[in-house]
């Protein structure tokens, strides 16, 4: 196996881990869009939320120092249009109830048929969207 599927199989091994720690130990689902919604609506209330998005922000600023290339806009994208990006995702995961996390890990692994529908649904237009752009705007 290469470095590059090696490190991807141990990311997803991570997360599964994460999200199985979470619902074992919390009974919650790992969604982060709900989370971080939770933090938004009800700040006074469960304190692991708060907990949990400061690490997800430690666990990147700590990356970040040891290995500041992988953070590196790769793209043809100005760094505005990746925040206006990451802008609509954050519109679809209230749109769609739900974030990948939530959705794709969390629900397919529980079998859940709306989350079956709303990843397909994400992922179809995730593509859709990204070849429109690609083909309007020009890019890689």
Not at 13 to 18: E, F, N, S
Not at 95 to 100: A, K, N
């Amino acid at each position: 196996m290469t470095e590059s599927i090696l490190m991807a199989v141990l990311g997803g091994v991570l997360i599964g881990l994460a999200a199985s720690l979470m619902l074992i130990f919390n009974g919650r689902v790992t969604g982060i869009s709900g989370i971080v919604n939770g933090i938004l609506t009800y700040p006074q209330e469960d304190w692991w939320r708060g907990t949990f998005v400061g690490g997800l922000i430690l666990g990147g600023l700590l990356i970040h120092l040891l290995e500041p290339q992988l953070f590196e806009n790769l793209s043809d994208r100005s760094s505005g249009q990746v925040i206006l990006a990451g802008f609509i995702v954050g519109f679809g995961t209230v749109l769609g109830s739900g974030c990948t996390s939530g959705h794709g890990v969390c629900g397919l692994a529980r079998l859940s048929p709306r989350s079956f529908y709303a990843t397909l649904t994400f992922m179809a237009f995730g593509m859709l969207t990204a070849t429109g752009v690609k083909y309007l705007f020009g890019g890689k």
